[in-house]
Each structure stands twice: as structure tokens, then as C-alpha cells.
T-cell receptor
Framework: QKEVEQNSGPLSVPEGAIASLNCTYSDRGSQSFFWYRQYSGKSPELIMSIYSNGDKEDGRFTAQLNKASQYVSLLIRDSQPSDSATYLCAVKAAGNKLTFGGGTRVLVKP | DTAVSQTPKYLVTQMGNDKSIKCEQNLGHDTMYWYKQDSKKFLKIMFSYNNKELIINETVPNRFSPKSPDKAHLNLHINSLELGDSAVYFC???????????????FGPGTRLTVT
């Protein structure tokens, strides 16, 4: 079982709709959770971090964390073509080691 | 601009050669990392240095040797390059709070290494 799992996609979303991305992790001791966006040929860019159960909103992005079920999700509201990218879920357990999922490719169609 | 920078951006070399990649951050962070992203886009940590001390050393061939002259610089030297070393190598940095906690990691632009 992979430590951090994501559906590879592509997740096709009409412009203006909500994109919903999910991520599950295996280490119950994980403490910090991050979402990175990576455009093709570019480096990962941090868009959200979440540390406690519940929702965290930042602009059009909402991260949701459920430690009991070991999943973290990302919602992108009012999706724009510029949101088309690969979204990487990253999980940090003790020791400051960040483990990444394989990424979900999102395509927003005008 | 404050950032994590890497040189070179592209590196094309032949099998058996030795090459180095350099990374510098001016964010004032005390911890730096090397990641490898393979052709399937899977991003995996290789090494981490905190204040010039190696703290993460994943299962990486001995041909890879990181060096951190100070907390703002982290270099990666690769000996006897192999075809399988072709990948994008990312440097990242963060500020560590404690042995088990740190702030977010910020990534450099990457170095695309092609071994022929």
C-alpha cells in the first residue's frame, strides 16, 4: 500500500464548477498536510496547508482534513482554465519528512 | 527576489560522467532538501540538511552525495551517471520548529537532468 494515495485523473471539470480532489494516507501519526499545485514543466507551488480536523478556506480553495478516516481533500470553487494542473497531496509525519502522493491531474474546460 | 534558486536549469550529459547541481535559498530557512521527480511525476525525497547537518538520507545510491557549505546552500554531486538518473531534481527549503515540526516547504525551479 502506498503511503499517500491520490487518483491520478484526469479530473475533467467545466469552467465555473467545483473540482473535488481526494487524498488518503496510511501513517496515523501524520501531523501536517499540504496541497501543492504543479504546472507542466514547473516546480510544485504550495497552495494550502492544514494541521487540524475540519475545513480551512483560502480564496477559492478549501482543504478538508479527517484524521480518523485518514483522508484530506481539496475543493476548488469556480474552477478556471488556469487551475488546470497537477495537484500533489503531501503528508508529514514525525521527523519533518514530507511524503507526496502521485498527483491528480485536473483539466478545466472552458 | 526572495526564492529558492537552482543551477543549472538543464543538464545533458553522458553515462559515466560526474555532475553537480547547486541550490541556494535566501528565505532565511535552516533546512534544505533534495527531491527527485521521475518520468511518472512521482516526487520523492532524497536528502535533507538542517543547519549543515544531514538529517534525512533516504535509500539513494552512494553515487549521490549532498553537501551543505552553509544553511543557505545545498549542492548535489552525482558520480558515474546512469540512464536511470534522468529526472527532474528539485531543491526545497523550510524553517524547522523542532525535531518533529516544521513550516511549509518551498521549492526551487528544478534541474532537468538527461543522461544519454
Amino acid at each position: 500500500q502506498k503511503e499517500v494515495e491520490q487518483n491520478s485523473g484526469p479530473l475533467s471539470v467545466p469552467e465555473g464548477a467545483i473540482a473535488s480532489l481526494n487524498c488518503t494516507y496510511s501513517d496515523r501519526g501524520s501531523q501536517s498536510f499540504f496541497w501543492y499545485r504543479q504546472y507542466s514543466g514547473k516546480s510544485p507551488e504550495l497552495i494550502m496547508s492544514i494541521y487540524s480536523n475540519g475545513d480551512k478556506e483560502d480564496g477559492r480553495f478549501t482543504a478538508q482534513l479527517n484524521k480518523a478516516s485518514q483522508y484530506v481533500s481539496l475543493l476548488i470553487r469556480d474552477s478556471q482554465p488556469s487551475d488546470s494542473a497537477t495537484y500533489l497531496c503531501a503528508v508529514k509525519a514525525a521527523g519533518n519528512k514530507l511524503t507526496f502522493g502521485g498527483g491528480t491531474r485536473v483539466l478545466v474546460k472552458p | 527576489d526572495t526564492a529558492v534558486s537552482q543551477t543549472p536549469k538543464y543538464l545533458v550529459t553522458q553515462m559515466g560522467n560526474d555532475k553537480s547541481i547547486k541550490c541556494e535559498q535566501n528565505l532565511g530557512h535552516d533546512t534544505m532538501y533534495w527531491y527527485k521527480q521521475d518520468s511518472k511525476k512521482f516526487l520523492k525525497i532524497m536528502f535533507s540538511y538542517n543547519n549543515k547537518e544531514l538529517i534525512i538520507n533516504e535509500t539513494v545510491p552512494n553515487r549521490f552525495s549532498p553537501k551543505s557549505p552553509d544553511k543557505a546552500h545545498l549542492n548535489l554531486h552525482i558520480n558515474s551517471l546512469e540512464l536511470g538518473d534522468s529526472a527532474v531534481y528539485f531543491c526545497a527549503s523550510s524553517q524547522v520548529i523542532s525535531r518533529t515540526q516544521s513550516y511549509e516547504q518551498y521549492f526551487g525551479p528544478g534541474t532537468r537532468l538527461t543522461v544519454t
